[in-house]
């Protein structure tokens, strides 16, 4: 059996200021390459109930493009502070479909 991949990208969790517009960017290698489908989802996340909402429409703006291994995400602005959000970033590549996330967390 293969060393399983962790699906949580290595940096998270980011912060981002309120006021702050970020484009971020994360590396494929350690899932695949040669990427043939590609999706990106930010979802706000509520400690009081365990919950998730996509909040994708508010806080991203843009296309989640791929050139080689790097995945770039739309430019992800306007978060809240003291909100702990989970972008997960889904492609395909060779018939297998990965779905690795971040966390970033909302600083005023």
Do not use: C, H
């Amino acid at each position: 059996m293969a060393t399983p991949i962790r699906r949580e990208v290595v940096e998270s969790p980011l912060f981002q200021g309120a006021d702050e517009t970020i484009v971020y960017k994360i590396t494929t290698t350690p899932w695949a390459s040669n990427i043939t489908t590609l999706s990106s989802k930010i979802y706000s996340y509520s400690f009081a109930d365990g919950s998730y909402t996509d909040v994708t429409s508010a806080n991203m703006t843009g296309s989640t493009t791929s050139s080689g291994d790097v995945v770039t995400l739309p430019a992800i602005a306007g978060l809240s502070a003291n909100i702990r959000y989970r972008v997960e970033v889904k492609f395909s590549s060779s018939g297998n479909t990965f779905e690795p996330y971040f966390w970033i967390y909302g600083q005023r």
